[in-house]
């Protein structure tokens, strides 16, 4: 009688450990999809930085020769208010 009980246990175990897998495997390829689509935002949210960077600090470089584009940078905190003025060189 004990192979009777023993065979249905053994099947119930085997069907609730084949749908964990199954639930496993379905969750596992979701968050791997998941992964993969913040790894590309990442990168485009890197790449926008980076790009930002170069024109803030191209802007910067500019600022040297035109202080007409001060008070736009000071407005948006590249530059301080209380910056040395850039020194001309002394005409004779």
């Keep these: ?5 023993a065979i249905p246990i053994l099947i119930t175990v085997l069907l609730v450990s084949a749908l964990s897998a199954l639930a496993l495997t379905y969750f596992n390829i979701q968050y791997s999809r998941k992964g993969r ?7 485009a949210m ?4 980076m790009v930002l960077d170069s024109l803030a600090k191209d ?15 000071i407005s948006l905190g590249l530059k301080s208010s209380n910056a ?7 005409t004779r």
């Design 1 to 5: 009688m004990n192979k009777n009980l």
């Design 59 to 73: 802007t910067l470089i500019y600022s040297q020769t035109n202080r007409a584009i001060d008070p736009i940078l």
């Design 84 to 90: 040395p003025a850039a020194t001309r060189p002394a």
């Design 46 to 49: 890197n790449n926008t930085r």
């Design 37 to 43: 689509s913040l790894q590309f935002q990442a990168a």
